[in-house]
């Protein structure tokens, strides 16, 4: 249990660094991604005819996709139905779900492998070096081998692992033999493996044809992924119950967006500071003591949310840097075993498709949807499939659709553990039934939530009931997406052990994705997950929380987790994760955060480390997630509840309180992150690796347009001091200093890449 107050955050030290520019003009063809590659090392170009081979070289391997053969391959294996909607035989659906199928093929062969009955037909390839190191790739698939590959390569050279060259053909053998349209390509491999070239000139060659092969297909990846806006959204989580919208329009130091700043530099010449200067807001040592809202009183004559937030309360979210906004909490709420004194869980629905009515009217909400996308904001909202209340509209008409058994005749009124008594009507009359809590495994057993009932998807009913129900707010509202709660306690292995019970063939995520891009192509889908992420990647998810993965072997490397761990070594895995999450196409990306619903504040979390902590998540290319009113470091967790905005005692928002220090830090990095990715434009990053046992991290971030700086980012997310030394002449990056708790350094490179 949490005692007592938050920790206390001790000075921030934020500075930035100018960077000693590489002596002379030099060319660099960097050597480990799919845009530059990793500037871990780089190597220089053998002169401008060698990169002019390689083009060419490139334009010939380019035309061995072919679309009309692919097309044709897929429409003759159907292998997710009849291609036809369910209940809709409008031509605009059938060809949406037609594209939809295609996209998951490709994304087969780039990123996860074919999951059929719980299992994958592809594993990740295992590489080992000479010296008897193991590394695993990012990903089954091409995508996450040649990334692997090339930044193996780059870091420890092509020659160690040289011996592998016959096992690379075999593995891009059994990516690519089951698809009938990758012949083409088969056979080029198949020419350079039986080519009398020396291993060394096989292995350059091979590079080569998969990235061309790989750009070639991320091509057709982009024609068919409408929802590719989801990969790089910034998203602001609103609890409407606690947002308190009208204390948020009163003038007070909370309600500044942090809007752009007279003269805001354009270029790197400008962004550059004189010598010796930093950039170091005043930031107070401590957080002031939470206090209560004074004379907080409810007032009859206020419009119901969602016909309140108007144009401007969109734009002030816009302004701080967010292209999206999450409703979270906007069903029915159960009243059965209702939890706490606030009006209970929103994660326990009553009615999956209806709005609270607390909240506005079905017009309010679409009209607010609307306002959301006239103002150029996205709207998602939650969809929590895996239970409902234990009072639910479903249960009440369909109890056949939830875990349960016949109440024992001789202990009616005694469940087993983790189910409740529910009186199920029927045609001769009420029976009792013992329905099953809503469940997730939880280091091995199974919890319960104990104010919700679990549904069973072992069911084809269920599945269908639960689909419709979701894609009904795409049909009636036009909502952009989705966050799927528990996503991944749903998909079809994880249920299976769960409950102990056979499932359909076909993951319902992916039933769920096809149903609502069908209707909408562009509507994405985010899984709150901290397991099975191939699995999600494979039921089309276009984004999954980077909270815990611990499912590959260098051991945790989900953002959050990672970042709270304090440990060097996990961080830097985790960017590395994050880097090849962000470029990659044929997978679902992380969604990075420093806080949501279910966490604690920031502040509490981070502590001193709480600005380099949300300027490294901010600052990473990708999506990022942000819970409103943590910006102004409001924090009103309760006992046995460590949110900030609880869910079981009663809570407002007090936009004029919070606490000073937090709202400096989340000001400048707001500004800072807006500034920085205005001049970068789209950029790819990666980790920083330090030469001896130096306890900082970072990452280097360069943009996509050629002849471009770099910038590159340098913390300490430690407790301790620890040494820094970066030197990096060839994008011209050198820094050598000493970092204390929660410090880092901004770096700006003077040389192009």
């Keep these: 249990m949490r005692t007592g107050k938050p920790s206390k955050l001790a000075a921030v030290v934020i500075t930035t660094a100018l960077l000693i520019s590489a002596p002379g003009p030099q060319v660099f063809i960097v050597a480990a991604d799919f845009h530059h590659n990793n500037p871990g090392r780089f190597r220089?170009?053998?002169?401008a005819s060698s990169n002019r081979s390689l083009n060419a070289s490139k334009q010939n391997l380019d035309n061995l996709f072919d679309g009309a053969r692919f097309r044709a391959d897929i429409a003759a294996v159907r292998p997710w139905g009849d291609g036809k909607a369910s209940g809709d035989p409008e031509r605009s659906?059938?060809?949406?779900?037609?594209r939809f199928q295609e996209l998951m093929h490709l994304r087969e062969v780039m990123s996860t492998g074919r999951l059929e009955n719980g299992r994958f037909?592809?594993?990740?390839?295992?590489?080992?070096?000479?010296?008897?190191?193991?590394?695993?790739?990012?990903?089954?698939?091409?995508?996450g081998f040649l990334f692997t590959k090339k930044d193996l390569e780059s870091r420890f050279g092509a020659e160690a692992f040289l011996h592998h060259i016959d096992d690379y053909f075999n593995y891009l053998d059994q990516i690519l033999l089951p698809l009938a349209w990758t012949e083409p390509f088969r056979q080029r491999l198949q020419a350079l493996r039986e080519s009398g070239d020396t291993a060394a000139e096989k292995n350059a060659k091979l590079n080569d044809a998969i990235e061309a092969y790989v750009e070639a297909l991320r091509r057709e990846i982009t024609k068919r992924d409408a929802a590719r806006w989801a990969r790089g959204a910034r998203i602001y989580e609103i609890f409407p119950r606690a947002y308190n919208l009208r204390g948020r329009r009163e003038p007070g130091p909370g309600n500044q967006a942090s809007a752009p700043a007279e003269g805001e530099p354009t270029s790197f010449a400008e962004l550059r500071a004189p010598a010796g200067e930093s950039e170091t807001p005043s930031v107070p040592a401590s957080f002031a003591e939470l206090r209560a809202p004074a004379g907080e009183s409810e007032t009859p004559s206020v419009p119901a949310f969602f016909a309140d937030f108007g144009v401007e309360d969109l734009l002030k979210i816009k302004e701080m840097g967010f292209d999206t906004v999450w409703t979270m909490g906007i069903f029915p709420i159960g009243l059965r075993n209702r939890l706490g004194t606030a009006g209970g869980s929103p994660y326990s629905v009553q009615d999956y498709t209806a709005l609270h009515e607390d909240l506005g009217t079905e017009e309010d909400f679409r009209q607010f949807v609307q306002r959301a996308h006239g103002a150029g904001l996205k709207v998602i909202i939650d969809f929590v499939p895996n239970h409902s209340s234990m009072d639910s509209r479903l249960l009440k008409e369909h109890p056949e659709y939830y875990v349960h058994r016949e109440a024992d005749p001789q202990y009616p009124n005694h469940p087993p553990k983790g189910y409740f008594n529910y009186d199920a009507e029927s045609p001769a009359g009420k029976r009792r039934l013992w329905v099953h809590h809503g469940g997730y495994n939880s280091y091995g057993s199974l919890a319960t939530w104990d104010d919700t009932a679990q549904l069973d998807y072992s069911k084809p009913e269920t599945r269908n009931a639960m689909a419709r129900s979701a894609a009904s707010w795409v049909e009636r509202f036009d909502v952009d997406g989705f966050r799927v709660d528990m996503a991944y306690q749903i998909v079809n292995s994880e249920f299976s052990r769960n409950w102990g019970t056979a499932v359909p063939k076909e993951e319902f995520l992916l039933q769920l994705a096809r149903e609502i891009k069908s209707i909408k192509p562009s509507a994405a889908l985010i899984a709150e997950a901290y397991a099975n992420f191939q699995e999600l990647s494979a039921s089309g998810f276009d984004l999954i929380y980077s909270k815990s993965d611990e499912s590959r072997p260098?051991?945790?490397?989900?953002w959050y987790d990672a970042l709270l761990s304090q440990n060097p070594r996990q961080i830097r895995h985790a960017i590395r994760r994050a880097s090849y999450l962000t470029q990659q196409k044929g997978g679902a990306d992380g969604l990075r955060f420093v806080g949501n619903h279910d966490e604690r504040s920031p502040q509490r979390a981070f502590a001193s480390r709480l600005a380099a902590a949300a300027l490294v998540t901010m600052l990473l290319p990708g999506a990022f997630l942000f819970y409103g009113s943590q910006e102004i470091g409001f924090d009103r967790a309760a006992p046995h509840e460590e949110k900030s905005l609880p869910f079981s005692?009663?809570?407002?928002?007090?936009?004029?309180?919070?606490?000073?220090?937090?709202?400096?830090?989340?000001?400048?990095?707001?500004?800072?992150?807006?500034?920085?990715?205005?001049?970068?434009?789209?950029?790819?990053?990666?980790p920083l690796e330090p030469q001896n046992d130096e306890a900082w991290v970072g990452c280097v971030l360069t943009p996509l347009r050629r002849n471009s700086a770099a910038v590159a980012v340098v913390a300490?997310?430690?407790?301790?001091?620890?040494?820094?030394?970066?030197?990096?002449?060839?994008i011209g990056i050198r820094f050598h200093g000493r970092l204390k708790p929660g410090e880092f350094k901004i770096l700006y490179s003077q040389s192009a890449v």
Excluded: C, M
Excluded at 717 to 724: D, F, H, I, K, V
């Design 44 to 47: 220089k170009a053998q002169g």
């Design 93 to 98: 659906r059938e060809r949406n779900e037609r």
């Design 121 to 143: 037909d592809l594993s990740p390839f295992a590489f080992r070096s000479k010296d008897g190191e193991n590394f695993l790739a990012q990903d089954a698939g091409l995508e």
């Design 554 to 558: 260098e051991g945790q490397t989900g």
């Design 649 to 686: 005692v009663p809570v407002k928002v007090d936009w004029k309180g919070g606490d000073p220090a937090v709202r400096e830090v989340f000001s400048f990095v707001f500004s800072e992150v807006r500034r920085l990715r205005k001049i970068l434009g789209k950029a790819v990053a990666f």
């Design 716 to 730: 300490n997310l430690t407790s301790g001091e620890t040494n820094a030394s970066v030197d990096r002449p060839e």
